[in-house]
T-cell receptor, first 110, second 113 residues
Framework: LAKTTQPISMDSYEGQEVNITCSHNNIATNDYITWYQQFPSQGPRFIIQGYKTKVTNEVASLFIPADRKSSTLSLPRVSLSDTAVYYCLVGGGAGNMLTFGGGTRLMVKP | KAGVTQTPRYLIKTRGQQVTLSCSPISGHRSVSWYQQTPGQGLQFLFEYFSETQRNKGNFPGRFSGRQFSNSRSEMNVSTLELGDSALYLC????????????FGPGTRLTVT
C-alpha cells in the first residue's frame, strides 16, 4: 500500500513557477500517479497523469524519476486563480488500492 | 456534455440511521468511484464500480456498500450511521476501468447528529 505524502502548504507569487513534490515510497509496479486540483466547495479536478519520466499538457508538467518513489507537479507562471489545494493520487493498477496524499494548499500572492 | 451529478447535495441524519447517496456519471463513462473527504483523514477511496461489478475497494467497514446499475448510475449506502461518518462524499466517473483521469461531482455533504 503506497503511503503518499505532500507538503501541507506552499506560498508563491504571480508569474512564478511552482513545484509540488509528492513522496510515494511503496508505489507498485503498475500504479499510476495522478494530480488533482480542488477549490473550496467543489470536487477535485483532474490536472495530469503519468507513469514514468515526464508528461506535459497545456496546464502543467509532471516529472517522475526512474525509481518512481516521488513525483513533482510543475505549474508554470501561476496566477491568483491557481490558489487551491493540490492532491496527488497513487494507484490504479487493476485491484490496487488508491491512495491520496494529504493535499498541498497553494497560496498565490499578487 | 453534462458533468457528474450527485444527489442529494446536503443531508442530515441521526446516528443509527442509514443513508443512500446517488451518482450519475458523465454520459458514456462506465467507471464510477466513490471517495470520502474529511478534514482529519483527507480524501479516502471507498470503492470503484465498472459494468455493475465492484472492481476495487478501500479500507472501510462493511457498513459502506454500493452498487452500479446497467446505465452506469451508482448508489452508495451507509448503514448504522456513526458521528464519524460525517463527511463530503464524492463520486467520480471515468471512461474506463482503472483510468484515473476522473471527473468528480460536487459531492454530498452528510452530517450525522
Amino acid at each position: 500500500l503506497a503511503k503518499t505524502t505532500q507538503p501541507i502548504s506552499m506560498d508563491s507569487y504571480e508569474g512564478q513557477e511552482v513545484n509540488i513534490t509528492c513522496s510515494h515510497n511503496n508505489i507498485a509496479t503498475n500504479d499510476y500517479i495522478t494530480w488533482y486540483q480542488q477549490f473550496p466547495s467543489q470536487g477535485p479536478r483532474f490536472i495530469i497523469q503519468g507513469y514514468k519520466t515526464k508528461v506535459t499538457n497545456e496546464v502543467a508538467s509532471l516529472f517522475i524519476p526512474a525509481d518512481r518513489k516521488s513525483s513533482t507537479l510543475s505549474l508554470p507562471r501561476v496566477s491568483l486563480s491557481d490558489t487551491a489545494v493540490y492532491y496527488c493520487l497513487v494507484g490504479g493498477g487493476a485491484g490496487n488500492m488508491l491512495t491520496f496524499g494529504g493535499g498541498t494548499r497553494l497560496m498565490v500572492k499578487p | 456534455k453534462a458533468g457528474v451529478t450527485q444527489t442529494p447535495r446536503y443531508l442530515i441524519k441521526t446516528r443509527g440511521q442509514q443513508v443512500t447517496l446517488s451518482c450519475s456519471p458523465i454520459s458514456g463513462h462506465r467507471s464510477v468511484s466513490w471517495y470520502q473527504q474529511t478534514p482529519g483523514q483527507g480524501l479516502q477511496f471507498l470503492f470503484e464500480y465498472f459494468s455493475e461489478t465492484q472492481r476495487n475497494k478501500g479500507n472501510f467497514p462493511g457498513r459502506f456498500s454500493g452498487r452500479q446499475f446497467s446505465n452506469s448510475r451508482s448508489e452508495m449506502n451507509v448503514s448504522t450511521l456513526e458521528l464519524g461518518d460525517s463527511a463530503l462524499y464524492l463520486c467520480a466517473s471515468s471512461a474506463r476501468l482503472a483510468e484515473y483521469e476522473q471527473y468528480f461531482g460536487p459531492g454530498t455533504r452528510l452530517t450525522v447528529t
